[in-house]
């Protein structure tokens, strides 16, 4: 990377406060208009429909996907430490292909890069119900399949949310971004209560064909997006970058982690993201469904009742935020939501029948939109829209690679330790990673 890169960089998010409604500078010192007008962007709600629509669909099979990806982990391999690095290969990859998804997603047409990663993610789900029903389900068929899929999502992740704020206006991006997370979060409250009879009548693995169906789904929403659509999610592409190379690939990602690193808040915030998902999410994972079937000895219905709640949680929380978050301040919500993400978590060590498995769960979900809404708006609002796509591709680095590294350490401990006690300890280490959050005055100060 060029010397003068670093300072560029910082001079961005040196003017950033000075400036109306969250506009920023880009590289060079012309304005960047990071909050378009509703008169510039006249068909902005189709748009956005759609690619809600989408995404709504796509995380209703999501959530069958989730309920049973551990399950069919623990059929095919019969391992707890084989399911935990399985469950790793299923977020793995965006360590390896994050940086080079967000080079690309600022280079090159959102919606096709969405549009080819769905194609990507159906074709791996789908092979899943057909090797099974054919005994060619190997660990290590399974395994490569699931690292197809979370390569596909490490590519439209970022596009996804580096496409948002380029349709919605400035002042309608907080709710937008809460409608998609509420949204997100409805749909999986709305898997659990289909994939439970869906299972009975069908067998679980068939949670994966309903999977592919909704990503064929999310492809066709994207490729009806109206012209404005189509020309807001090529806007990126319109920038003077340099060709792609390994060179340009890394200063890419230097540039975003810079520009990052240059605000104090968001500096702290990436660096709580990754204690709290490597501390936190593999146990979710891991331990969750294996705390159902071992310690309550139920069987996969069971679990979905569980996620049931917790994406209710989920849900309520996302609506709470939504309608409240413009309001409150978005550093002490992020500081207060990664201590509940940990310290709900404790009860869990006491469990001893389904329904107080529920409410525990209800009750952990509630804190995580406190995490997830302000942490995206503050960055979408903060860095500007052209490096979104390396931006949001780096974040997806810290949470589902820290998830991943968490995944298969987990599957390692619980082989040897009971989920009640892996529960205790994750709980007090999560609240921990929370408290000290709080030692940044930038975080505790943002807005």
């Not at 194609?119 to 054919?134: E, G």
């Amino acid at each position: 990377m060029r010397p003068e890169a670093g300072s560029r960089a910082a001079a961005v998010i040196a003017v950033t406060s000075s400036l109306p409604d969250g506009g920023v500078v880009a590289e060079g010192g012309a304005p960047f208009d990071s909050a378009p007008s509703e008169v510039r962007r006249p068909h902005w709600r189709r748009a956005l429909v759609l690619l809600w629509l989408g995404q709504v669909i796509s995380h209703l099979g999501d959530s069958l996907y989730l309920v049973g990806m551990v399950w069919l982990a623990l059929e095919v391999t019969g391992s707890k430490a084989l399911t935990g690095w399985l469950v790793a290969l299923n977020f793995a990859p965006t360590l390896l292909v994050g940086p080079l998804a967000g080079a690309l997603v600022d280079r090159h047409d959102r919606r096709a890069i969405m549009i080819a990663a769905d194609t990507v993610r159906f074709l791996a789900v789908a092979s899943i119900p057909v090797l099974f029903a054919h005994h060619a389900l190997a660990p290590a068929v399974l395994g490569a399949l699931l690292a197809v899929l979370a390569t596909g999502s490490a590519f439209f992740n970022p596009a996804m949310k580096a496409l948002i704020p380029e349709i919605a206006p400035g002042r309608r991006l907080t709710f937008t971004v809460a409608v998609f997370q509420l949204s997100e979060q409805a749909a999986f409250v709305a898997g659990p209560l289909l994939g439970e009879p869906a299972t009975r009548h069908f067998g679980f693995v068939h949670l994966f064909s309903v999977d592919a169906a909704t990503f064929a789904f999310s492809a066709v929403c994207l490729l009806a997006l109206p012209r404005l659509g189509r020309k807001q999610s090529h806007a990126a592409a319109h920038a003077r970058l340099p060709q792609l190379t390994l060179r340009g690939l890394r200063a890419d990602a230097a540039v975003a982690l810079r520009t990052v690193l240059a605000i104090p808040a968001l500096r702290t915030v990436l660096l709580l993201t990754a204690l709290d998902n490597l501390v936190i999410m593999g146990p979710a994972y891991i331990a969750t469904p294996i705390l159902v079937k071992e310690t309550l000895g139920l069987g996969p219905e069971g679990y979905m009742r569980a996620m049931f709640h917790l994406f209710l949680g989920l849900m309520v929380g996302s609506l709470v935020v939504g309608l409240g978050g413009r309001r409150w301040p978005k550093g002490k919500m992020i500081l207060l939501g990664i201590f509940l993400d940990g310290a709900t978590l404790i009860p869990l060590g006491f469990a001893h029948d389904l329904t107080f498995v529920k409410w525990v769960l209800f009750v952990h979900a509630l804190a995580l939109p406190l995490i997830i809404i302000p942490r995206t708006v503050m960055m979408q609002q903060a860095v500007p829209g052209r490096l979104h796509g390396r931006l949001f591709a780096l974040v997806n680095v810290m949470v589902f690679g820290m998830t991943g590294i968490s995944a298969g350490l987990t599957g390692l401990v619980i082989a040897h330790l009971p989920p009640t006690t892996l529960f205790v300890a994750v709980g007090l280490l999560g609240a921990a990673v929370g408290l000290l959050g709080t030692r940044s005055a930038a975080l505790r100060r943002a807005a």
